[in-house]
Structures are given as C-alpha cells and as structure tokens.
C-alpha cells in the first residue's frame, strides 16, 4: 500500500527501529512473567521492567520506583482521577476538581464520571491563545480537598501551559490539593523535569514518544501516600495494588529504550521541528497573507501547528489530499465522535475558524522536502478554491 506523507505524529508516532530491537528479545527468549518470584525466568524479567523504571525516571528527572506501568495515558488518566477522587470522597465526603475545558478526552471523561458520584467540577476558561490565567484560580486559601489536572501540552494546539507557575500559585491557595497533570504530548519534544514541575501524578503514553502503543506510565510523588488512590481495576497486586494484571513486558522495555533515545535526541529533535515549522509558516503565509495560528504560535510545541485557511473548510482540504498527507483537524480520539474541535470552541475562536482548522504535527522522519510538499498542496488547493468562487 502507497500511504501518504504522515504528519500526524501528535496522534502516534512509529516505533523506533532501535526500541523494536530491544523488544524482540522480551517477546521470543525473555518471556517471563516479572511477578512469578519463584524461579529465574521471573526474576529476569522483572529486572527488564526496573531497568525500563529507572530510564523513564532519568528522562522526568524523578525516581524509578514512583512509577507504575499502565496501558497508556487513558488509563493513567482514569487512574489518577478517579481513583483519587472516589478516596476524597470516601474520606471526606467532598471532593473538588478543577480542570481546564480545553483539556483531553481522557481527562475530561473521568472528570465527568467523578460529577455523577458527588465531585464538584470547575472548569477553567482559556484565553484565545489557549492559555490559563493564574487569576481564576482565585487567592482565598481554600483548605477542601482538592484534584486539579492540567494538561502540559495541548494537544490540538501545541500550547505549552507553565505548569511550574500553575503548580506553585496552586500550592498557595489549595494547600492540601492533589495536582495531576496530563504529559502525553511534551515527553519527548520539550524537556519535562518532575522536579521542576512539582506535580504529584503525571500521565505519559510511550507511541507518543516512538515507543509502543498499549503502554504508559503514571508517575506517583513519592510523598504522595497510596492511601490517597485507590485502583480502578482489581484482580491483582501488581504495582503497588494500584494497577493488577500481568505486566506488558516487552512494551514497558520498549518505553524504556523510546525513553532513552528521547532524552539523548531531545534537543536535536526540537531545534529541527522549530526550523522545520517556522520555514512551513512562512511559505503559506505568502500565499496565503490571511491565514491563522491557533494558539500561541510562539509558547507551542516545536512541531505542533493549528492553523486555519479561510474559505476552506477542514473537512474539504483532507478528503482532497486524503490520498498525498495524513493530517487531521482535530485529536485521534476525537476524529469519529464530534466534527468540530472542543479545545478551539472552548478558546471562543469563531465557528468558521474552527470549522476551517487544520493540525499539522512533525515528527523525527519530517523532511525539509516533505513540509514544502505540504505547503505547495495546500497553497495549490488554495488557490484553485479561490478561482473556483471568483469564477
């Protein structure tokens, strides 16, 4: 099959060739189960398993044991918010979340889920650069038990939140909340440090990062008592009783090598999405003197773009290069269930503007060549959209 040019890493990147070497050991010699403690095919692989921990702390800056592995981000998501709040409400009979609106599926689902059971939601509203004013937040010292879950990168728009001035503010207004915080489109594509952060959980997904899909990891503050979560799913006591079943073992070594060459490549990676995006922004701009960055086109992810062609809708541009770029206008996980993009309605950006969006997301394999393909596809298309309503 003759696929089109991808640029849709935001929703999955491919495995990188080095962590699928590193995994097929696991899958053919290495098959343990890590939790049989019994003999040496079980010890063997939990060593695998601690040795992916301890790359997947150095990369976040943070300490082996303080992550569990999950079957990706949803589930870390899930985990974290429901699992602490139905805790808060066990023990004091509240609970106080408080999330943003532009925040992903995956966060914004269990935060509904939490709503049916008692929780009190406050959604944060976001300015038309798709960022969060400290000043919502308030200044009176509330003592209730709190849950705020704030993604770090968005990812429609590539809008980087200050997590780190989010989380200090937060620190001196709800003293005692629990601050998770959503990763899955940084890790890998601007430094992430849990030290800097100060966050007390943090999703991730390794096919963000060119590691496998059906792996993630939610990271645990160490200070964080275990007693304030408690498991969404039961049948076992794998890691930590948090998370039962049999560990994904040659995924989680896989993340932990996708962890690693992340972290060896992260600079090169971004100063050539930076490059790559901004010379793409700047050829369509000449043609195209009217179009839109949603978002903050400065404060983004490298390889991250939202833009907008006026006078063409989303839906129209892909059907037509459906065969020659894979791009999308709104998250994978959105694509099927709802046509218009809730992060930019929830930005109060026009509905034609959002009816007209695009999401662009680079990748290790981008070229210089692939990106002024793109550009001369949309300007062409443009342009024959222009004389077909002058004419």
Avoid at 158 to 173: F, K, M, P, Q, S
Avoid at 263 to 273: S, T, V, W
Wanted: charged share 20%; net charge neutral.
């Amino acid at each position: 099959m003759n696929y089109p040019l991808y640029l849709d890493y935001n929703s999955t990147t491919p495995l990188d060739s080095l962590v699928l070497e590193e995994m097929l050991p696991v899958m053919q010699q290495h098959f343990g189960n890590p939790a049989s403690s019994t003999h040496a095919y079980g010890w063997y692989a939990e060593g695998l398993v601690d040795k992916a921990r301890a790359r997947l702390a150095r990369l976040l800056e943070a300490r082996a044991h303080e992550f569990i592995f999950t079957s990706g981000a949803t589930e870390s998501n899930n985990l974290a918010i429901l699992g602490c709040s139905r805790q808060m409400m066990a023990k004091y009979g509240q609970c106080k979340i408080i999330t943003a609106a532009t925040e992903h599926r995956a966060v914004l689902a269990p935060v509904q889920a939490a709503a049916a059971f008692g929780c009190q939601v406050k959604l944060l509203p976001i300015d038309k650069k798709g960022h969060i004013n400290l000043d919502d937040f308030g200044t009176e010292r509330d003592d209730s038990p709190h849950l705020i879950s704030l993604m770090l990168a968005n990812n429609e728009t590539g809008v980087i939140h200050d997590i780190a001035a989010i989380t200090r503010r937060l620190r001196e207004i709800f003293p005692q909340a629990i601050v998770h915080c959503d990763a899955t489109q940084a890790i890998g594509k601007i430094p992430v440090s849990l030290k800097t952060l100060d966050v007390d959980l943090l999703s991730l997904s390794a096919h963000k990062f060119y590691g496998p899909k059906g792996t993630g990891a939610l990271y645990i503050r160490a200070t964080l008592p275990d007693s304030l979560i408690s498991p969404i799913l039961l049948g076992g006591s794998q890691e930590r009783g948090l998370r039962p079943g049999t560990l994904n073992v040659p995924a989680i070594v896989g993340m932990g090598r996708a962890a690693e060459l992340a972290g060896e490549r992260l600079n090169e990676d971004a100063a050539r999405m930076h490059e790559l995006s901004t010379s793409f922004l700047a050829k369509l701009r000449q043609g195209i003197p009217d179009l839109k960055v949603n978002g903050d086109e400065q404060n983004r992810l490298p390889g991250t773009l939202n833009i907008s062609i006026p006078g063409m809708q989303n839906s129209d541009i892909i059907q037509a290069l459906s065969h020659k770029i894979a791009i999308s206008a709104v998250s994978a996980c959105s694509s099927s269930a709802a046509p218009d993009s809730h992060v930019l309605l929830a930005m109060n950006l026009e509905q034609t503007t959002v009816r007209e969006s695009l999401r662009i997301s680079l990748g290790r394999p981008t070229t210089a060549v692939d990106m002024e393909q793109v550009a001369d596809l949309l300007l062409s298309l443009r342009d024959k959209a222009c004389k077909n309503t002058v004419n």
